[in-house]
């Protein structure tokens, strides 16, 4: 185990891995994208963080970056290269996946995305 110096970190990358994500690829999806970030020689500048189910399961691979505040969706392994040279380097979001963004306003939905549920309303 290791406790990481983030003092040079920029971004977060979270990777969802829970069943949904699994069962399309997400492991591999996790690799790929860990192997391109030291590829592209950013080990320190970006942090990469397995998760739990992140509650877009249509969505699955679901990757979500900060500061920038953008969900991904239907990401695979052979993104991977070009994800983090577009996002991570370049600063752009990949085309076609964003499902979500960070406006003024909260989480503005993006593209194909499914529009989903609130949570209070499953709970009822």
Excluded at 4 to 21: A, D, I
Excluded at 74 to 96: D, N, S
């Amino acid at each position: 185990m290791s406790t990481w110096n983030l003092s040079r970190t920029k971004q977060h990358v979270f990777l969802c891995n829970g069943g949904s994500c699994t069962r399309e690829g997400a492991e591999e999806l996790t690799k790929a994208i860990r192997a391109a970030i030291t590829d592209a020689g950013l080990d320190d500048q970006v942090h990469t963080t397995k998760t739990m189910c992140n509650g877009r399961c249509e969505d699955s691979c679901v990757v979500i970056v900060y500061p920038e505040g953008i969900w991904y969706r239907k990401m695979t392994p052979q993104l991977a290269r070009e994800f983090v040279l577009k996002q991570l380097v370049g600063g752009e979001p990949l085309p076609g996946h964003v499902s979500h963004q960070r406006g003024e306003n909260g989480f503005e939905r993006a593209g194909e995305a499914p529009e989903g549920i609130f949570k209070s309303e499953k709970k009822k």
